[in-house]
């Protein structure tokens, strides 16, 4: 079963206010200059805002802030945030891949920014009864 | 310099404690767009049977970073942290952090190797209150990108 898409614009901006919150201050997530010297196109998410993004997919799909219970991806592609104010967009969809009997729903889940996959691997697993 | 693969399986002390604080749960909550009453308003928590406001999915990372410090910054272990690249991330969760959890952070390296000019390092860090209650498991892998 197809769950349905979710998708995340992200910007400059989003990306300044994650490095803040998260404490995670590599220039390569704020300077085109220092990204552009270690061989990056421009500026890109960190992984953990997508990790974080692709999160709040899978949340909204099982309709509850708490219910994941395993969540892991690979950073396979850098998502560029070009320095405009529309920024660039992730898309999510996902998969069910098993139900368990004790209520676990496993998803694989597909991430892409731009038509190209930005994680692989990417799993969950969510409670889906209380 | 290749990683030295005897690190493999060695773990280090516990860091010291992480206070969780509600304004940081919303703080992160709210850079990732989390709108959910849940991470903001503790009586919506409350009502899912939580103390606290709850953290979103990956915001043990915000703690486990920090603590992989150990790790990264070990001089014996010598990682140029100028060529980490965060390669894979997985979170296994006993339950959500909630504010007002104080955690600590217990850093094992399952592996270290060098494959094809470049080093893996595969870190595990066991995140517990400090009264020795698991909270959630954090792994990490990272590529330490070699000389071109």
Known sequence: ?130 | MPLDPSFTGRTYPPTAPYQVGREKIREFATAIGATDPAHHDPAAAQALGHPDVVAPPTFPFVITMAASRQIIEDPELGVDYSRVVHGDQRFAYTRPVVAGDELVCTNTIEDVSTRGGHGFLTTRTDVSTVGGEPVVAVWAKYVVRGEA
């Open chain 1, 1 to 130: 079963m197809e769950l349905p898409a979710q998708t995340f614009r992200v910007t400059r901006a989003d990306l300044v206010q994650y490095a803040g919150a998260s404490g995670d201050f590599n220039p390569i997530h704020w300077s085109d200059r220092v990204a552009t010297t270690v061989g990056l196109p421009g500026v890109i998410a960190h992984g953990m805002f997508t990790m974080a993004l692709v999160g709040r997919a899978i949340t909204g799909w099982a309709g509850a802030p708490d219910a994941v219970v395993d969540y892991g991806v690979r950073f396979t592609r850098p998502v560029v945030v070009p320095d405009d104010d529309q920024g660039t967009e992730i898309e999510v969809t996902a998969r069910v891949r098993e139900v368990t009997e004790d209520g676990l729903t496993r998803l694989d889940v597909t991430a892409t920014c731009g038509g190209e996959k930005v994680l692989s691997q990417a799993r969950a697993t969510i409670r889906t009864t209380r």
